[in-house]
């Protein structure tokens, strides 16, 4: 009986070590589109409207095929880098600069170059 225990707690040992091997050692970030040299496509000076993730913003929401009914927030994108979208949006004549975190970016929509 001794021995079947040990055996099962190798065998477990061996899937768990095998498991966190080929665990993905980075995660995807949003806005991660390869453009030209790998550099992230979202040109700055374009507009955009950037839709957060619900659980970003605290909404728990089901998950749907559309980013139409998730928050969302409009302008001018300024900066891009690994952590963040800086935008800058006009509002009541108003000109407000946003830094978004791009773990909280569940999409980023820009006009389609012509």
Not at 22 to 35: E, K, L, M, Q, S
Not at 37 to 54: D, E, I, M, Q
Request: glycine share 8%; aromatic share 8%; net charge positive.
């Amino acid at each position: 009986m001794r021995n079947s225990s040990l055996a099962i707690a190798i065998i477990v040992g061996v899937f768990a070590l095998a498991a966190f091997a080929y665990w993905p050692t980075h995660r995807a970030n949003a806005a991660d589109v390869p453009g030209a040299g790998g550099k992230p496509a979202l040109a700055t000076g374009s507009s955009c409207t950037v839709y957060f993730r619900g659980d970003a913003v605290g909404q728990s929401m089901p998950y749907s095929g559309s980013a139409m009914n998730n928050p969302s927030l409009s302008g001018t994108i300024i900066s891009v880098d690994d952590n963040w979208l800086v935008i800058d949006r006009e509002k009541d004549k108003e000109k407000k600069r946003h830094f978004i975190a791009r773990s909280a970016i569940l999409l980023v929509e820009t006009p389609e170059k012509k």
